[in-house]
């Protein structure tokens, strides 16, 4: 569910008369990670590195009140849930979108990771949440990337995470991703504590 709210009732009453106009409202920051602990459970647990790191996203996120709210037109909504968006590979050769919605259990939010994504590879078709606060997200996995800035359209203002293939070197795996966010819903602080909190996330996986 999502509702208009009033700017001025909230903390970001300022941001939203300074960037709401801005023809480039959307900051990138870009951390490297250690997902060692991540990539640890993935092998010996079968689980999907991915669905791992969306879940972690998710979590972070959700222990943060910007992430529920959105700046779209010239309005702020505020939801009461989120959803993770990942993009799918189908089975025709390209590609689709699917949002996962977010719960605080790891092991249904792999259950619906795995059985959504799936019916979306074979169906050829997205699958979208409403009333969900989505966090998108892309792995571009074929090549190990230092960062990635997302095109703005001025149409999707959801935050953003993107990242490449994991770096194993000794006992070490890193992952460097790039965070996109519209200015409105945070300042620069407030997304520098969400990637803190989302390496603690993995920290403690």
């Not at 590609?95 to 619906?112: A, G, M, V």
């Not at 078709?125 to 606060?133: C, F, H, I, V, W």
């Amino acid at each position: 569910m999502r509702y208009d709210i009033n700017p001025k009732d909230t903390n970001r009453a300022q941001a939203f008369e300074i960037w709401m106009k801005s023809p480039m409202p959307m900051v990138t920051l870009t951390k490297t990670f250690d997902v060692t602990r991540m990539y640890k459970v993935s092998q010996r647990q079968g689980e999907k590195f991915n669905m791992l790191l969306c879940w972690c996203i998710g979590k972070a996120a959700s222990r943060m009140d910007e992430f529920y709210l959105l700046p779209e037109g010239d309005k702020l909504y505020k939801y009461n849930r989120l959803a993770i968006n990942v993009i799918v590979n189908n089975n025709q050769g390209g590609i689709n979108s699917c949002d996962i919605p977010y719960t605080d259990e790891l092991e249904q939010f792999s259950s619906d990771y795995m059985s959504l994504t799936q019916l979306v590879s074979a169906s050829c078709q997205d699958s979208l949440t409403d009333g969900a606060m989505v966090i998108g997200t892309s792995a571009m996995v074929a090549t190990e990337l230092d960062c990635i800035v997302n095109q703005y359209s001025g149409i999707f203002n959801n935050p953003f995470l993107a990242w490449g293939r994991f770096r194993k070197g000794g006992l070490k795996t890193t992952l460097p991703i790039s965070f996109q966010f519209h200015h409105v819903q945070m300042d620069g602080g407030q997304a520098a504590q969400f990637l803190e909190e989302l390496q603690k996330t993995i920290n403690t996986l």
